[in-house]
Nanobody, 116 residues
Framework: QVYLAESGGGSVQAGGSLTLSCTAS?????MGWIRQGPGKERDVVAS???????TVADSVKDRFTASRDGGKNTLTLQMNNMRSEDTGTYSC?????????????WGQGTQVTVSS
């Protein structure tokens, strides 16, 4: 089990940008950001392996980018041109094995609010 420390988040107007960062207390093969908006199901926004393979959800890949520093066990999510539908709680996770599969550890979550 690892501890996931999240930073970033907050409030922004539509069209603005935010950066979320997550640092794991130990080695994690695949880290990810999972988002849950009001009344919506959770979805994996982005993930990154220790080897640097990054996956960003099709729904946001034209606006969001992610980067993984395997040596520091960090995953950063850069969110640009944000929309109201990006509002939600963003949680950093450590996947058990496969990116996008079962989640082994959760961060506490950080709120992102986009106002129009």
């Amino acid at each position: 089990q690892v501890y996931l420390a999240e930073s970033g988040g907050g409030s922004v107007q539509a069209g603005g940008s935010l950066t979320l960062s997550c640092t794991a207390s130990g080695y994690v093969y695949c880290m990810g950001w999972i988002r849950q908006g009001p009344g919506k199901e959770r979805d994996v926004v982005a993930s990154g392996t220790s080897g640097g393979r990054i996956t960003v959800a099709d729904s946001v890949k034209d606006r969001f980018t992610a980067s993984r520093d395997g040596g520091k066990n960090t995953l950063t999510l850069q969110m640009n041109n944000m929309r109201s539908e990006d509002t939600g709680t963003y949680s950093c996770v450590a996947f058990t094995s496969t990116c996008g599969g079962n989640v082994r550890d959760w961060g506490q979550g950080t709120q992102v609010t986009v106002s129009s």
